[in-house]
Structures are given as structure tokens and as C-alpha cells.
């Protein structure tokens, strides 16, 4: 071999080995975490466009309402909140013997129900109706299972319906098994479950769930119902007559399915399943006729988003995956909100409680990390967030 042949095979060896090397250092980069923030709180804030006159209320193990620039302006009692145009707050504890309450703009308590709720409390459009999810442990199939119900209260605390999966059984599988996520729940169930298609889950779920006045461990679930909104008047419904206003959207997030209910007779009019298999948390219907909802990594779907999707088509409109194209990878909990202005606030747990508002343009106009840290210096997580108007949550405040 001449010495020119050799050194240009060196040569060649050498790039391949500089490129794989390169290709190995940005694999690694893209799949790690980044070093644990050097600063909480708020991080960024262009008070020209993002939206003004507002607090943030933040859900974690607490409630707590923060302003614009990222100050702590007050806490609620419980874990989930909802707050009326009608001067009461619905909120939920779960260490202190799993309530339902509602609170007066004292926080004074109205009433209060023995009630383990789960996920979502909502106030229907005319303030008169609580919905909030809790669950059922129910032996099936040999195993303890957690199937999910809606309970929905007046405003005295009257029980209007209640509403139970397992009620409801040979509707909601005929519903999940159209969709994608079918196949891959049978092939992770355990071996006893394949044959006969019941999708319970192939872990234990780490769920407790109030029975007979006891917290027990639910074992494992099916569904994972994690949200429920009536439907306000909106422009979809000349349409899709499910979307009468009234009816129920409600989410399952195990499924990637959300569906509107009747709200007469709680019999599904119309579904919605991710084509990737992925699962959701907290659609909630436009006036525009589209449902925003955050889009979390599960199946064959290997990042989240926030997303839009067209009831009619079914097709998605829009979409945000983080600030750098599909960064984010959280495959649970999160948030989207439309503001008033347009923009669009997010929350996103891929490494810790981050919240970002939005342009329709996509530009970040604000950005605030949970101000608590984890053991590794990164914020806790946030299960929600929302914007509320400063004159109606300021009745409520009371100082930190």
C-alpha cells in the first residue's frame, strides 16, 4: 500500500470516528437532563405582551396564587381548587380526611363532603353545579381495581347524579377498544388479563382511594379519568350536536381518549382518540369550536405537547412542543389555558414545575419556575396552573 492510500484511509478513519463521536455526544445531550437551574421564580416577564391583570394559581400539594412577577400573594387550604363568579371557592384535601369543601370568601366553611377527590374539581357555566371526580376500588377480575366516577353536587351540596365507570362498564370498553392504545395495554396486561381484553393495568397504581371510610390501595385501574368540563355556548355546535352546551367533555388519559357526554342521560355522543397512542390531560373547548389540551409522551409518541385539535376533522391545528422543537417529555400531569390576549399559558414537568405564556406566534412572553426545589435542585412539579383575574380571586386572598 502507497503511503498517500494509507494516510487518506487514516484520514477517513479518523472522520468517521470525529462524526460518530459527535453523533454520540448529541444523542446524549438530547436524552439528559440539564443541569439543575440556577434560579427559581420568575425567569422571564415582557410586560407588554403578556397578559395583564392577573394572578397565577398554582396547584401542587397546596394552592397558591402568585402575581405577574412571580410573588407568592397567597395560599387556599387543600390541593385542587375552583373559584366561582359567585363568591365561593370549591377546594379538596387529601391529608386531612379527604374532603370536598366549599368556602365562603372568608374561607369560611359553607359545607363539606367525605369525599377522596381526585384530579379535577369543576364549576359548571352558571356557577349553580359542582362536578368532582373521585373513584371506585371494585374486585374485578380477581384484582382491585380503581374505576373512576363524576359526582356532581348543587351549590347546597345536594348529590344531582353520580356517574361511575364501572356503572357503565360495556360502554366505556366498547369505547376504548377503537382505541390505539388497545393493542399495546393487551400486550403489557398480565398474562391471566391478555385473553379476554379487560386492560387492566399491568402495575399496581400508585392510587389511594377512600372506601368505607378507609384509605386503601386501589392496586390498579383501567381509565384514568383525569378531567370534566361542561360545555359553554361555542360555535362547534351547529356542527357536532354533541356539543350542545351543557354536555359533558370529559378525559381519559390510560386510552388517549377524550369524549363528550350527554348531560341528560351520561351516554357518550362523540370520542376522540391520539393516533399515537399518547394521553392528555385537561381539554377544554374553545370559543373558537377547538379543544386545547396538553398532549403527554405514552405510547409511540416520544415527546408532549400543547395542542389543538378541530372536533370535526379531528385533525390537529396547532401545536407547541417547547422552546426548542420536541423537547418536552412529560408523560403526566400538565395544563393548557388560552388567555384572554390570545396567548396561551403552559404547564410542563419534564424537568420540574415550569410555566410559560405564549404568543400565537410562539414567542415565550413569560416564564417562572416553581420557587421549591427537589433534593437535586430542581422545582417541584406543578400539577396545574391557571390564570384568574385579579378582581375575581383578590375577595379570597388572605396573606401568606
Known amino acids: 500500500m502507497n503511503k498517500s492510500l494509507f494516510t487518506y484511509i487514516i484520514l477517513l478513519i479518523c472522520a468517521g470516528l470525529i462524526s460518530l463521536t459527535t453523533s ?20 422571564h416577564h415582557d ?10 394559581l398554582v396547584e401542587t400539594d397546596l394552592v397558591e396564587v402568585f402575581d405577574m412577577e412571580g410573588e407568592l400573594v397567597s395560599t387556599f387550604p387543600g390541593f385542587l381548587a375552583a373559584i366561582s363568579d359567585s363568591n365561593y371557592i370549591m377546594t379538596a384535601l387529601d391529608n386531612d380526611g379527604n374532603k370536598l369543601m366549599m368556602l365562603d370568601t372568608n374561607l369560611n366553611l359553607i359545607w ?27 374486585e374485578f377480575k380477581g384484582k382491585r381495581v380503581r374505576f373512576d366516577a363524576i359526582n356532581c353536587y348543587d351549590r347546597q351540596g345536594n348529590l344531582l347524579f353520580r356517574w361511575s365507570s364501572f356503572e357503565n362498564l360495556d360502554e ?20 391471566s388479563l391478555k385473553e379476554d381484553e379487560t386492560y387492566i393495568s399491568s402495575e399496581p397504581q400508585d392510587y389511594w382511594v377512600k372506601e368505607n371510610n378507609l384509605n386503601v390501595d386501589a392496586g390498579y385501574q383501567i381509565f384514568h379519568q383525569n378531567s370534566v368540563e361542561v360545555l359553554k355556548e361555542n360555535s362547534v355546535y351547529e356542527k ?41 390531560h385537561t381539554p377544554v373547548l374553545l370559543p373558537s369550536g377547538k379543544i386545547l389540551m396538553y398532549r403527554n409522551t405514552w405510547g409511540e409518541l416520544d415527546y408532549s405537547s400543547a395542542i389543538e385539535i378541530d372536533p370535526v376533522s379531528k385533525e390537529i391545528t396547532w401545536e407547541y412542543d ?9 408523560d403526566h400531569v400538565c395544563i393548557t389555558q388560552r388567555l384572554d390576549n390570545g396567548n396561551t399559558l403552559i404547564s410542563d414537568v419534564t424537568y420540574g414545575g415550569h410555566l410559560y405564556e405564549i ?7 413569560w416564564e417562572f419556575l416553581y420557587p421549591l426545589a427537589d433534593p437535586e435542585g430542581y422545582p417541584l412539579e406543578i400539577y396545574r396552573a391557571r390564570r384568574l383575574p385579579i378582581d375575581k380571586i383578590e375577595k379570597f386572598i388572605q396573606a401568606p
Open 172 to 191: 366505556m370498553m366498547e369505547i376504548i377498544k377503537k382505541s390505539p392504545c388497545a393493542p399495546l395495554r393487551v400486550k403489557n396486561a398480565p398474562d
Open 359 to 365: 404568543t400565537p406566534e410562539k414567542e415565550i412572553v
Open 240 to 280: 357536532l350536536p354533541a356539543f350542545k352546551p351543557g354536555n359533558l367533555l370529559v378525559s381519559f388519559a390510560f386510552f388517549g381518549f377524550i369524549g363528550v357526554m350527554d348531560a341528560e342521560t351520561r351516554k357518550f355522543l362523540w370520542t376522540y382518540y391520539h393516533p399515537m397512542c399518547a394521553s392528555q
Open 24 to 43: 454520540c455526544q448529541k444523542a446524549a445531550e438530547e436524552h439528559s437532563a440539564p443541569p439543575p437551574p440556577k434560579k427559581l421564580g420568575l425567569l
Open 47 to 56: 410586560a407588554d405582551k403578556a397578559q395583564k391583570g392577573h394572578y397565577t
Open 112 to 138: 363539606e363532603k367525605e369525599l377522596a377527590v381526585h384530579h379535577d374539581i369543576h364549576i359548571s357555566p352558571d356557577q349553580n353545579k359542582i362536578f368532582a371526580l373521585t373513584s371506585d376500588v371494585q
Open 322 to 330: 417547547g422552546p426548542k422543537p420536541k423537547s418536552w417529555k412529560s
